[in-house]
């Protein structure tokens, strides 16, 4: 029994040290923290401009972060570079009996963490109640009414076709010269990107 609890606190110890070295980014402008990455309606917060965050995975549409105590996804082209890693400081100890007098530690100050301000009212985010709202307020009336009647035309984006039909069964993705093309597969039907345009569609045969 004494092994069993000593393994399982090394186990919790590198779980531990794991968490604290997620790398860090910052945030581009004011951005929504999503619970689900496949649900408009799933905001958590809003987090603000330059806010620090905990990256834990990344693609090129949704980075899974930590924030504040939140764990959710952001769109990855709202967050910046990772931020440099500080260099690990060494502190050398002497035994105190050989230590010195004028080399005794010296206490330094601990540094002081101000909470940040309230967003003024007309920049707070409300979440909206349901899907109708959420396409409306993320990309107008117009596009907003015929997303959320689950239409697709060529010239939309990726996102916006995730939005109006949801998430595919499979995505087939191929390298042609310089582009990037996508095959989404549905269970009747498929869409075909090129470079997260939408260029064609049709019936899976």
């Known amino acids: ?3 069993i609890a ?10 531990a040290i794991m968490a604290q070295d997620l790398p860090k980014a910052t945030t581009k402008g004011a951005v929504r923290l ?10 958590l917060t809003l987090i603000p401009d330059d806010s620090t ?5 990344a693609d090129s549409l949704y980075t899974r972060i930590l924030f504040d105590g939140l764990d959710g996804f952001v769109r990855s082209d709202r967050l910046g570079e990772p931020l440099p890693e500080a260099a690990p400081v060494t502190v050398q100890m002497m035994p105190p009996a050989d230590r010195p007098a004028d080399q005794q530690p010296v206490q330094q ?16 985010y409300y979440a909206p109640a349901n899907r109708w709202e959420a396409l409306v307020d993320k990309y107008g009336a117009d596009i907003g009414k015929r997303l959320y ?3 697709v035309w060529k010239g939309i984006t990726s996102d916006m076709a995730r939005d109006s039909w949801g998430k595919p069964v499979q995505i087939n993705r ?8 996508e095959e989404w597969i549905y269970s009747k039907k498929y869409l075909y ?5 939408l260029v064609d569609w049709g019936p899976v045969k």
């Open 1 to 3: 029994m004494k092994r």
């Open 6 to 15: 000593v393994s399982m606190l090394a186990l919790f110890a590198g779980i």
């Open 34 to 43: 999503f619970g689900d990455k496949d649900d408009l309606t799933s905001v």
């Open 53 to 57: 965050v905990e990256v834990v995975t």
């Open 109 to 124: 100050p601990q540094p002081q963490y101000q909470q940040e301000p309230p967003l003024p009212e007309e920049e707070q």
């Open 149 to 151: 009647q689950h239409k």
């Open 174 to 181: 191929m390298y042609v010269d310089q582009s990037v093309e």
């Open 193 to 197: 990107f090129r470079d997260g345009i």
